[in-house]
């Protein structure tokens, strides 16, 4: 399986960007799907998960402002972020995991955020 990502870029603080992650070969449907973010000069942390039953998880950040959804299709998972902060500023990496053996990354996708 391969990831994807598409949707980042510059925006203006308050403002709202959709992050999409295709996954290319299989449905992901069975994996738990998460989005990461790695600021610079600091370690890529989760701020966005759901389980392959459809629990969902948010980092105290992003808890209200962002959400996490998969598509229909079983390739899909994206990420609604509004009210952006200049402290969302990262790349953004999609991650599905099926277990330990198992655990697919994308390459990431620059969003800042930025007067």
């Known amino acids: 399986v391969q990831l994807v990502e598409s949707g980042g870029g510059l925006v203006q603080p308050g403002g709202s960007l959709r992050l999409s992650c295709i996954a290319d070969g299989s449905t992901i449907n069975a994996y738990d799907v998460a989005w990461y973010r790695q600021p610079p000069g600091t370690e890529r942390i989760m701020v966005a998960r759901m389980s392959s039953v459809g629990k969902i998880n948010y980092s105290d950040s992003v808890k209200g402002r962002f959400t996490i959804s998969r598509g229909d299709d079983g390739h899909t998972v994206d990420l609604e972020m509004n009210n952006l902060k200049p402290d969302d500023t990262a790349v953004y990496y999609c991650?599905?995991?099926?277990?330990?053996?198992?655990?697919?990354w994308g390459k990431g996708t620059l969003v800042t955020v930025s007067s």
């Open positions: 991650n599905a995991r099926y277990d330990i053996y198992v655990d697919y």
